[in-house]
């Protein structure tokens, strides 16, 4: 049995129901599961580490991610461009997708991740290049449970190219049949409902601009058939306003209500331009926000309603987005800009470093149907975010040790990441994967794909 004792924990987070954060207590960890807090818990040989100067959150949740975009980050053409002149641009990069592309930026959106608390993520992979030959899937399963993060991506699909009226080549989409069959074939392959999984898998069609309201309807009746959940693009800018009222003669959420796509199975990334009836229509039904803060910074796309839309008892949940938008995979750095953003926007009270973190925690958790992690009680998941305070970066902000790690600090590294009990950060390194690796073989990767696409 794999046993770790975290000690004298200087400031435990617990999110659990009661809100509890409790100083000077331990964690005992058995295999994959939190076995019990409490005050001077016996040793007996087991792994111990000193936490007297330490933050102990519950590992962070990433609701809403495109990985392959690790390898696009502040290219020039796109720097200063709107959403859709930025995909665009990028499909004419991304169709140079290869398997090794696949795999090393799937293993380098991970290794951020957990380098900055996160223990479990989504992704949504929407593009499947005709001369792609593996099976994107179990490639990036295999990627994710070599690094060891908790996994639950979506199956995302495109349909619509540009010789139907959509953005992206017609190299890097698929048919419909294509589509369902292998969204099928994923869910009876790799989708894991037990307890503590380490790998779910969920559909995501890419957006309402990149399928037809056939496949939306057919993904739906789909996910339904097997309990797995439903994931979209939506109301992210007013360019995809624009395009439903001009098609369809309807707004992006009437849409989705007409094709079944509301309920606690379906969560939206980004949500920015909800009407109020909309809020509300979201709150009665359940659906869930993946809210995207710094990407809808960067794109300067707006800002969601996110403060009005706890109130009103929307599943809110935080995620970086894809690294071509975000720049980065910074979960703490996600918190901070959440944070920062809803207070500019309306006022100072607008949003909490509590808050955050419960977005961050068991509201993502929520988004994927999880239960089991987001929080630190006993018999859940060991999925546990450590940082430590005991730095200058620090210094004269414990007066409340979580605000610490939102409002203060030079560097959001974790300086330990376990997850389902494997440590896989220890003093801010990685111990399942060569980090050096990663970036020669990411920076080739890179420059190459740029190269075929006459960037560089």
Known sequence: MN????????????????????????????DNRIKRIGSDISSNGTETIDCSTKLVIPGLVNSHHHLFQTFQRNIPPVQNAHLFEWLTNLYEIWKYMDEETVYYSTLLGCAELLKTGCTTTTDHHYLYPLAFQSDIPQLQMETAAQIGIRFAPTRGSMSRGKSKGGLPPDSIIQSEDDILTQSEEAIRKYHDPSPLSMRQIHLAPCSPFSVTTELLKETAQLARKYNVRLHTHLCETLDEE???LEKYNMRPLALMESVDWLGDDVW?????????????????????????PTSNMRLGSGIARVPEMLKLGIPVGLAVDGSASNDSSDMVGEMRNALLLHRVHAGADAMSAPQVLEMATKQSASLLGRTDIGTIEEGKAADIAIFELDRLEYTGALSDPLAALVFSGINHQADMTIVNGAVLVKEGRLTSVDEREIIENGNRISRHMLERAGIL
């Open 242 to 244: 624009d395009y439903c």
């Open 3 to 30: 046993r770790i004792l975290l000690k004298n924990i200087f400031h435990l987070v617990t999110m659990n129901s009661s809100g509890d954060r409790i100083n000077g207590v331990d964690i005992l960890i058995e």
């Open 268 to 292: 939206y990334a980004h949500g920015i331009y909800f009407n109020d009836d909309e809020l509300n229509l979201l709150a009665q039904t359940g659906t869930g926000i993946a809210h995207c």
